[in-house]
């Protein structure tokens, strides 16, 4: 108990890039203890001393290796290894690297086995904490025009883009099938957005991390309780030692973060290369325009218009918010998976950005659901691509029309992986485009996945420091130790 209390009261210290040799003797004891780990590993694997088979064990487990003695040095120090070593081994093993799944799986399930349980305790204390739950209305005010202002900033900019470059203009469609994790959504429309907002069984929703209802019971339960005076004392109390009960998880679960990082990327990439690095290249290089056109979207939207939005009205330096939010974001572009992200972007966001935890616990829930600004704009690219491709001329009014859809369909869009993906049915019956479309961006959507999850954390950290300015009351912001409600 006392490690964890040190572990979360002891500030992580800044990466290094200069060691003793000391230090140096330290990470070659560490790096050395895991190889020959990998070592026994493929003996018992293999029967023997198989020189290749030996030769792809151990050098990933070198790697993983150096990932956790550089871990020492720093979260982010880890992390950023970890992400380089992993791209690393999938340029020396290609598909061998598949093997590495599961230990990703285990991090990410890791990470969705507490969100449930952090959701409920951080919004039903980060809304009592706001003292009288008239104050509520203010505080959701500013985070709703922030996220929709946001988004449809979003969605705007990427379908200029697509029609100024015209990425999908004299590309052969070829045949087309629908696929079927978007065959089973052909009915979604606004009515089923609509439902998804509450549930008949509220324990099923906590048990498949149906993220909307779980954020409205929370933010009901929480207003409630402001209203029960002596008698919601205790419940409260109860909740507010679960939320700090959450966090110490929290703690202890990110401590596996660099060497799942590594094997979620490296794992990931290894699979898409299964059949070969040319199949690779080939299937990416098809829809090359495509693809650099919402990465350019996307790049514009977090460097140019979020980071203005932060300067200009939440009055904060882009470039700090960055530098302390560099371990979620990262840890975003490797989950791909804003939701599984949650627990370590609320807590950089509270222990190292020191934005008020009442404007934290509120925001970033709230946003892993619905403030969803990189799908927003990668489901506008997306279908005007598609239609570009299928020689479909959209009128403006149709286009229009894409721009509120595609909004509105962001906030469908679960922060679970290619989520995005499916909810894209909604903008194609707007627009009465084929769902089979959807083939021609199969390919590649697990990779612009990874760079839109990125984007719409940073929308979401952005979004915390907004309502910590304009959604709290000024003298209680200024009078709130950093990360902690007065």
């Given at each position: 108990?006392?490690?964890?209390?040190?572990?979360?009261?002891?500030?992580?210290?800044?990466?290094?890039?200069?060691?003793?040799?000391?230090?140096?003797?330290?990470?070659?004891?560490?790096?050395?203890?895991?190889?020959?780990?990998?070592?026994?590993?493929?003996?018992?694997?293999?029967?023997?001393?198989?020189?290749?088979?030996?030769?792809?064990?151990?050098?990933p487990?070198?790697?993983?290796?150096?990932?956790?003695?550089?871990?020492?040095?720093?979260?982010?120090?880890?992390?950023?290894?970890?992400?380089?070593?992993?791209f690393?081994?999938?340029?020396?093993?290609?598909?061998?690297?598949?093997?590495?799944?599961?230990?990703?799986?285990?991090?990410?399930?890791?990470?969705?086995?507490?969100?449930?349980?952090?959701?409920?305790?951080?919004?039903?204390?980060?809304?009592?904490?706001?003292?009288?739950?008239?104050?509520?209305?203010?505080?959701?005010?500013?985070?709703?025009?922030?996220?929709?202002?946001?988004?449809?900033?979003?969605?705007?900019?990427?379908?200029?883009?697509?029609?100024l470059?015209?990425?999908?203009v004299?590309?052969?469609?070829?045949?087309?099938?629908?696929?079927?994790?978007?065959?089973?959504?052909?009915?979604?429309?606004?009515?089923?957005?609509?439902?998804?907002?509450?549930?008949?069984?509220?324990?099923?929703?906590?048990?498949?991390?149906?993220?909307?209802?779980?954020?409205?019971?929370?933010?009901?339960?929480?207003?409630?309780?402001?209203?029960?005076?002596?008698?919601?004392?205790?419940?409260?109390?109860?909740?507010?030692?679960?939320?700090?009960?959450?966090?110490?998880?929290?703690?202890?679960?990110?401590?596996?973060?660099?060497?799942?990082?590594?094997?979620?990327?490296?794992?990931?990439?290894?699979?898409?290369?299964e059949?070969?690095?040319?199949?690779?290249?080939?299937?990416?290089?098809?829809?090359?325009?495509?693809?650099?056109?919402?990465?350019?979207?996307?790049?514009?939207?977090?460097?140019?218009v979020?980071?203005?939005?932060?300067?200009?009205?939440?009055?904060?330096?882009?470039?700090?918010?960055?530098?302390?939010?560099?371990?979620?974001?990262?840890?975003?572009?490797?989950?791909?998976?804003?939701?599984?992200t949650?627990?370590?972007?609320?807590?950089?966001?509270?222990?190292?950005?020191?934005?008020?935890?009442?404007?934290?616990?509120?925001?970033?829930?709230?946003?892993?659901?619905?403030?969803?600004?990189?799908?927003?704009?990668?489901?506008?690219?997306?279908?005007?691509?598609?239609?570009?491709?299928l020689?479909?001329?959209?009128?403006?009014?149709?286009?229009?029309?894409?721009?509120?859809?595609?909004?509105?369909?962001?906030?469908?869009?679960?922060?679970?992986?290619?989520?995005?993906?499916?909810?894209?049915?909604?903008?194609?019956?707007?627009?009465?485009?084929?769902?089979?479309?959807?083939?021609?961006?199969?390919?590649?959507?697990?990779?612009?996945?990874?760079?839109?999850?990125t984007?719409n954390?940073?929308?979401?950290?952005?979004?915390?420091?907004?309502?910590?300015?304009?959604?709290?009351?000024?003298?209680?912001?200024?009078?709130?130790?950093?990360?902690?409600?007065?």
């Amino acid at each position: 108990m006392l490690y964890l209390d040190r572990m979360s009261e002891t500030p992580t210290p800044p990466p290094r890039f200069s060691f003793t040799p000391l230090e140096l003797m330290r990470i070659g004891r560490t790096v050395g203890f895991v190889a020959l780990l990998g070592v026994v590993i493929s003996i018992v694997s293999f029967g023997g001393l198989d020189g290749p088979h030996l030769l792809k064990t151990v050098v990933p487990f070198t790697m993983v290796g150096l990932t956790i003695a550089l871990q020492r040095y720093g979260m982010l120090a880890g992390i950023v290894t970890g992400i380089a070593m992993a791209f690393i081994a999938v340029a020396l093993f290609e598909g061998e690297m598949a093997s590495w799944s599961w230990i990703g799986k285990f991090f990410i399930s890791a990470l969705k086995m507490i969100i449930a349980p952090l959701i409920l305790f951080a919004m039903v204390t980060g809304i009592t904490g706001l003292g009288d739950v008239r104050k509520l209305g203010r505080i959701s005010r500013v985070a709703i025009i922030y996220f929709l202002s946001t988004s449809i900033a979003a969605v705007t900019l990427g379908s200029i883009l697509v029609n100024l470059i015209q990425p999908g203009v004299g590309l052969d469609p070829g045949t087309l099938a629908v696929p079927d994790n978007v065959a089973a959504k052909e009915a979604i429309g606004f009515q089923d957005l609509a439902l998804s907002f509450v549930s008949d069984n509220i324990i099923k929703s906590f048990a498949e991390l149906d993220m909307l209802p779980i954020i409205v019971f929370s933010l009901v339960f929480g207003a409630v309780l402001t209203t029960l005076g002596d008698k919601g004392k205790p419940v409260l109390a109860f909740f507010e030692g679960g939320n700090a009960a959450m966090m110490k998880v929290v703690h202890v679960i990110l401590m596996l973060a660099p060497v799942g990082v590594f094997a979620l990327i490296a794992g990931r990439f290894g699979t898409a290369m299964e059949r070969g690095a040319d199949q690779f290249w080939a299937e990416l290089g098809a829809v090359a325009g495509y693809s650099w056109t919402v990465l350019l979207g996307l790049f514009i939207h977090a460097v140019i218009v979020l980071p203005l939005i932060a300067a200009f009205i939440a009055k904060k330096s882009p470039f700090l918010i960055a530098r302390k939010v560099s371990k979620a974001l990262l840890t975003a572009f490797s989950t791909a998976s804003s939701s599984a992200t949650l627990p370590l972007t609320m807590k950089t966001t509270e222990e190292e950005l020191g934005v008020d935890r009442r404007a934290t616990q509120f925001v970033l829930p709230l946003g892993a659901t619905i403030n969803m600004d990189g799908t927003a704009l990668y489901e506008a690219v997306a279908v005007i691509f598609i239609a570009q491709v299928l020689g479909i001329e959209l009128s403006f009014g149709q286009q229009v029309l894409i721009v509120v859809t595609a909004t509105l369909a962001a906030i469908g869009a679960a922060g679970i992986p290619e989520a995005g993906l499916v909810t894209m049915v909604m903008v194609l019956n707007a627009v009465n485009l084929p769902l089979a479309g959807v083939e021609l961006i199969l390919a590649v959507d697990w990779l612009l996945d990874r760079f839109r999850t990125t984007v719409n954390v940073w929308g979401d950290v952005i979004g915390t420091t907004v309502v910590e300015r304009h959604g709290l009351e000024p003298a209680i912001v200024s009078a709130a130790a950093p990360g902690r409600p007065s």
